[in-house]
């Protein structure tokens, strides 16, 4: 199974800045279940979450990145917010900063001030910066080895991207920072994640505005797209359990497979980053 991300250019280098965008993680902050989550946002039409087993999918997601050797902090649920539990959009986490993001759903924005407290408890918080019509979520900022790839779509304008970058430049001047302009998906990593630094997988809905010299990375067949975003944790690689393609690919690359399902978050455009925030 081979081919190439066409229309991406990912030149990555071999170094690695941290452990955090190498894929090893000490701490995790996440939140539990909304009650109000089948009222979130999603562009998915495959009907209602059922609450009960998304809780159950939770408490596995939380359970597995305990026994990989993660310290999870779990908040209690939001009820107010229902998509709150997707803590990935509201921060970006390198070299012990957590950067606060500014998402582009206005119903979304205030998960933002709701986590500031619990971070900073943990880590040195900043904001954003620019103005108020900067937008950024953190499901389109990836982050793997010496790269990070800040997605251009539906949830983050240029602007916004363009002070994600800062924000990571100023942290880490080594980092190399690609802005990449999509479309076809919600959020980058919903369908371009890295199963180690440099290997990538995509889901094929995803659309590029421009082509350009590539890495070498796999695509997922379109019935398994939803198996592109993967979560390498301390050794191992999180999978969705409905993807046999990419367990194939993860257990060639990295050896150590757990597959989750993640289907009742699926339903509301969720995946396996969305639930953790890492360091």
Same mark, same amino acid.
């Given at each position: ?137 953190? =499901? ?114 990295? =050896? ?24």
């Amino acid at each position: 199974m081979g081919g190439n991300l066409s229309q991406l250019s990912m030149n990555v280098s071999g170094g690695q800045s941290s452990t955090a965008s190498s894929g090893f993680f000490r701490h995790a902050l996440v939140r539990s279940v909304s009650s109000s989550m089948s009222r979130g946002l999603t562009t998915q039409t495959l009907g209602l979450p059922d609450l009960n087993t998304a809780r159950k999918e939770h408490a596995e997601y939380v359970e597995t990145l305990r026994s990989l050797g993660v310290d999870v902090t779990v908040l209690e649920s939001a009820n107010d917010l229902p998509d709150s539990h997707f803590v990935e959009d509201t921060a970006v986490i390198h070299q012990g900063t957590a950067i606060l993001t500014r998402p582009g759903a206005s119903e979304r924005q205030p998960e933002v001030e709701r986590i500031r407290p619990h971070l900073e408890r943990h880590l040195a918080v900043r904001e954003l910066g620019g103005s108020s019509e900067a937008h950024v979520d953190g =499901g389109d900022v990836l982050i793997a080895g010496r790269e990070a790839l800040i997605g251009v779509g539906a949830r983050t304008n240029r602007e916004g991207a363009e002070r994600m970058a800062h924000q990571l430049r100023s942290l880490d001047s080594q980092l190399k920072i690609r802005l990449v302009p999509f479309r076809g998906v919600l959020h980058f990593k919903s369908a371009i994640t890295a199963v180690r630094p440099g290997r990538y997988v995509g889901d094929p809905q995803i659309q590029f505005d421009t082509e350009s010299k590539v890495a070498p990375a796999w695509w997922l067949p379109r019935t398994e797209g939803y198996g592109a975003n993967v979560l390498p944790l301390n050794g191992a690689v999180l999978v969705s359990a409905t993807s046999p393609a990419v367990r194939v690919i993860a257990e060639a690359e990295v =050896g150590r497979v757990i597959p989750l399902d993640m289907g009742e978050f699926r339903k509301m455009d969720g995946a396996l980053t969305c639930l953790s925030l890492l360091w």
